[in-house]
């Protein structure tokens, strides 16, 4: 892992979850003389334990209910992953705008000055434009309902705070993580394990760029390195594409369940990035998609992997 920020104060929100909890743990080893606060409600039992562990200073927040943040500490720089995601952000529309629009741009304000700070969107912000790859000018659309739609709103509140106070801010669009903290393909992984058919889109092959924890955690901190006022707006993906379709194959021969696969016009559409500005700006991944899938599934079913 080459890590160039160093000595820095770092906070990184949603530090419990599968995008930040490893950033912020590769963040927080101790050759970087970095600081690193992981902010998060800390829900699950055991997560503080599991920053501290990692050298990271847990603090227990919840981005949801106002206030200022004047009570969190002050930062160099700031990677915002805390969202509210699945069915917190669908049953109730107003509280994911709460905390994935407004919360946003209260916390760029709190760190107006810092040097760095990302904010988290995702690849389900784009109207589908057909099969073909998603560019950064692409309009807005609705992949998952009242949660892309907070989003295009978080991506306008932090551009707007980002101006306001002369910020720098890298928004990255966030197309589908996996490792071993989990992401959709180890949610097909696991309906190929229970041989549950794998939903795909009727526009076959669904092509996707997935992107590996390893790779995933450099581009992330380069995301701060880079971040400038007005925003930087950048796709945040592999840099190879392939389909569903060939990486759940693959993925059944690794464990041994053949895929099967069943076309269904209500899933959602697949979500390929076009990575010509990520390139420039960010740089290219480096882990082969067969071999993150490898590494997905040894640190998941070490037990199946290989039968
Ligand atoms: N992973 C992907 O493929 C992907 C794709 C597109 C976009 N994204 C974006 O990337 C970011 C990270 O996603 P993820 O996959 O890592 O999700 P995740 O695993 O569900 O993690 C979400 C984190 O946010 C925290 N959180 C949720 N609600 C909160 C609240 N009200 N206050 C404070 N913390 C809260 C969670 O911890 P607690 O529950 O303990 O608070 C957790 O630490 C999100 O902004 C998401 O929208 C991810």
Redesign the pocket.
């Known amino acids: 892992m080459t890590i160039t920020l160093r000595d820095a104060r770092i906070l990184v929100?949603?530090?419990?979850?599968?995008?930040?909890?490893p950033i912020a743990r590769d963040l927080a080893v101790p050759e970087l003389g970095n600081v690193v606060y992981?902010?998060?409600?800390?829900?699950?039992p055991g997560?503080a334990d599991r920053l501290r562990a990692a050298g990271v200073q847990a603090i227990r927040?919840?981005?949801?209910?106002g206030g200022d943040f004047a009570d969190l500490p002050d930062v160099d720089y700031v990677f915002?992953?805390?969202?509210?995601?699945?069915v917190?952000a669908s049953r109730d529309w107003q509280?994911a705008f709460e905390?994935?629009a407004q919360?946003a741009g209260r916390l760029v304000e709190r760190y107006a000055r810092c040097r760095g700070f990302v904010?988290?969107?995702?690849?389900?912000a784009y109207a589908y434009q057909g099969p073909r790859p998603l560019r950064e000018d692409d309009p807005p659309g609705a992949h998952i309902g009242s949660?892309s739609l907070s989003?295009i709103a978080g991506e306008a509140v932090v551009t707007f705070a980002s101006r306001r106070f002369g910020t720098p801010v890298t928004i990255?669009?966030?197309?589908?993580?996996?490792g071993p903290?989990?992401?959709?393909p180890a949610d097909r992984l696991e309906l190929i394990v229970r041989g549950a058919p794998v939903p795909l889109h009727p526009d076959t092959p669904n092509r996707y760029n997935p992107?590996y924890e390893d790779d995933y955690v450099r581009l992330g901190v380069r995301a701060l390195e880079v971040a400038a006022c007005p925003p930087v707006v950048v796709n945040?993906s592999g840099s190879e594409t392939v389909s569903l379709e060939e990486y759940c194959t693959y993925l059944g021969e690794l464990v041994g369940h053949p895929a099967r696969f069943v076309i269904d016009a209500s899933a959602y559409w697949p979500l390929w990035p076009d990575t010509t500005k990520m390139h420039e700006i960010l740089g290219r991944t480096r882990v082969p998609w067969r071999e993150g899938f490898r590494r997905m599934v040894a640190a998941r079913h070490p037990d199946l992997l290989g039968s």
């Open positions: 929100t949603g530090a419990a979850g599968r995008v930040g909890f992981g902010a998060a409600r800390l829900s699950t997560d927040r919840d981005f949801a209910g915002h992953a805390a969202a509210a995601l699945g917190a509280y905390v994935n919360s904010y988290c969107s995702t690849g389900s949660y989003k990255i669009r966030i197309f589908s993580t996996y903290t989990g992401g959709a992107i945040w």
